[in-house]
Structure formats: structure tokens, C-alpha cells
């Protein structure tokens, strides 16, 4: 087994910024790719960010600029810090890890944006 355990999400004002993590571990061996999805009550799940084993980063565009993904491989822990996040960002945040043996997903932790 392959397990995500996230964590960071919360109560945000506007403006505000958050730190989410995406804890990986179990039977791997090396961690492909995580990507940081969203899914607001509703709505489709969506992309945010990606980073690769490589290092090298992708962005919704609406994030771009505001958001960051990075990693700590000695921790197979890879993090999205947020900043100046809007109302438009209250989501469930996902974190997906790419593995050799395929795609894993964490439980998800609450964004809320609100004043």
C-alpha cells in the first residue's frame, strides 16, 4: 500500500496564506510526480500544480504567481504554499502521488477562504 496523509488546510481571511503538506510512503520506491488537485462542493476536480521527480513545476493559471509547490525528498513530503489566497480558492485540496506502481490519492484537507 501507498499512503497521502495532507495536512495544512484551514480558516484563511482573503489575502491570507496557508502551507498545505503531502506525506507520502508505503511500497515505493520513488515518487514520480505529486500534483495538488481542487474540488469545490459541486464542481469538477481541477489542477493546481505539479512537480515532477526532476523538479520541474506547473501551475493552473490562476494560481501562477500566488502559489508554490516544492518538495523534501528526504521526507517524500511535497508542499503547496499558498499566498494571497481569494474567496475562489475554498476547495478540498488533493494530493496525488505518481509512483511506479500507478497513482495514489490522499484523503483531502479543507481550504476556506472567507472574511
Known amino acids: 500500500q501507498v499512503q497521502l496523509v495532507e495536512s495544512g488546510g484551514g480558516l484563511v481571511q482573503p489575502g491570507g496564506s496557508l502551507r498545505l503538506s503531502c506525506a507520502v510512503s508505503g511500497s515505493i520506491f520513488s515518487i514520480n510526480a505529486v500534483t495538488w488537485y481542487r474540488q469545490a462542493p459541486g464542481k469538477q476536480r481541477e489542477f493546481v500544480a505539479i512537480i515532477t521527480s526532476g523538479g520541474s513545476t506547473n501551475y493552473l493559471d490562476s ?3 500566488r502559489f508554490t509547490i516544492s518538495r523534501d525528498n528526504a521526507k517524500n513530503t511535497a508542499y503547496l504554499q499558498m499566498n494571497n489566497l481569494k474567496p475562489e480558492d475554498t476547495a478540498v ?10 497513482s495514489y490519492w490522499g484523503q ?5 477562504v472567507s472574511s
Do not use: K
Open 63 to 65: 494560481v501562477r504567481g
Open 93 to 102: 485540496y488533493l494530493c496525488n502521488a505518481l509512483v511506479r506502481t500507478g
Open 108 to 112: 483531502g484537507t479543507q481550504v476556506t
